[in-house]
C-alpha cells in the first residue's frame, strides 16, 4: 500500500480544508442558533445550510463520494476517505458538500442498480441538493441485526406492489425535504433466505404512511434530519418502483454498505480529531491546584493515548479502502468490519476523555462533545451491530487458520 496521497486528493483536501476554515467553523454558531430559533417546530431546515451548500457547489466541492457518476469527483474510496475526516469534524459538514448520510448510499444504489427513469425522477434532484432521502430496512419487532429476518411485506397485486409493515430508525425521514425512501421488504418468502428481500423506491406522500413517532439519540432529536419509526398499510407502489428486480434486496444492501462504513469511520475519525483539539484546549487553559490541567501526568497518558488510537484506527481504514479500491469489497470483507468496529470505539473512549477534560461543561451542549458522543454511540449498531462484524472477523481468521494448518498437515 502506498501511504503518500494522490495529487488530485491533496489539492481536494486542501480545497476542503479551506472551505471548512472560511465557511463552516465559523457558521457553527449561527447554525445552532437558527436551529433553536425553531422552538419546538424543529423540523425545518437552517438558511445556512442552504446558502453553504450554494457556496460549496459553486467552489466545485460538490457529489465527492460518487466515484462513478459524471457529476462525481471520480475518487476511489482511499482518495476520498480523507476528506470524510475533514467533513466529520463538524456535524452537519458532510450535507454542505452534499456527502451526507443516508443519500450517499442512496444515490450510490441508484446509480449502480436504477433505471434510467428511476435516475431521472430521483438520483438527479439528490444530485443537485434538492430533495432529501431516507433507508427504510430496519423494524422494531425483529433483530435487524440479521437482515434476512426482516417481516416488512411487499405484495405484487397486478401493476402496483402492496406494502405493509412497520419501519424505525428511518434515518432522513423528519427532514422536510425528504421526499423519497428506499424501503427494504420481503417479496418471496419461499425463496432462499437471500433471495426474499427487495428494495422498492416510495414517495412519503403516497396513502398509507404515517409517521408514528421521531426517535430521539439520548435525547437529541437530532432535527432537521431526525429518525422516525413508519407504519405502512396497504401502501400501494407501481412496479416499476422495484430497484433491479425481486429478490435483489439484499444484493443491493451489501453493495451499498461497503463505501458507506468507510465514509461513516472517516467521518468518526475526524470528530475524534475534533475532541482531542477540544481536549488539550481546555487542558491548557484550567488551572487546578495551582497549576494548569494540562500538567498533570494523568493527561499526559490521556491524550497519548487518543492520537495513538486515532493514527492506528485511520491507518487501519486507509487499508480497508485501498483494498476495496484493489481487490474488491469481498476480499477485503474482514478489514471492513475491523474498521466498523475499530473506529466507533476508539472516538468513544477520545471523546469521553474530552469531556472529563471539561467537566460539567463536557455534558452540556457547550462543547459539542456530549453531542457527538451520542451520534458516534449509534455507529455501534448502526449498518450491523458490534457482535456481527466480530462474529464475520473470527469466522474469516478461523477459516484462514484451519486452511494453513491443512496446508501444513498435508506437506
Known sequence: MDFAYSPKTLDLMERVQAFMDKYVYPNEATYHAQMNAFGVERWQVPAIIEELKDKAKAAGLWNLFLPESERGAGLKNVEYAPLCEIMGRVGFAAEVFNCAAPDTGNMEVLERYGTEEQKRKYMVPLLDGKIRSAFLMTEPAVASSDATNIECDIRRDGETYVINGRKWWSSGAMDPRCKIYILMGKTNRDADRHGQQSQVLVEPGTPGITIERFLPVFGYDDAPHGHAQILFENVRVPVENIILGEGRGFEIAQGRLGPGRIHHCMRTIGAAERALEKMCERLATRVAFGKPVA?????????????????????????????????????????????????????????????????????????????????????????????????????????????????????
Open 295 to 411: 500538567h498533570q501526568s494523568v493527561w499526559h497518558e490521556r491524550i497519548a493515548d487518543a492520537r495513538i488510537s486515532i493514527d492506528m484506527a485511520r491507518l487501519l481504514t486507509l487499508k480497508a479502502a485501498w483494498m476495496m479500491d484493489t481487490v474488491g469489497n469481498k476480499v477485503a470483507r474482514a478489514e471492513i468490519a475491523m474498521i466498523k468496529v475499530a473506529a466507533p470505539k476508539m472516538a468513544l473512549k477520545v471523546i469521553d476523555d474530552a469531556i472529563q477534560a471539561w467537566g460539567g461543561a463536557g455534558v452540556t451542549t457547550d462543547a459539542g462533545l456530549a453531542h457527538a458522543y451520542a451520534g458516534i454511540r449509534t455507529l455501534r449498531l448502526a449498518d450491523g451491530p458490534d457482535e456481527v462484524h466480530r462474529a464475520q472477523i473470527a469466522k474469516l481468521e478461523l477459516g484462514k487458520q484451519l486452511a494453513r494448518h491443512m496446508a501444513k498437515a498435508a506437506e
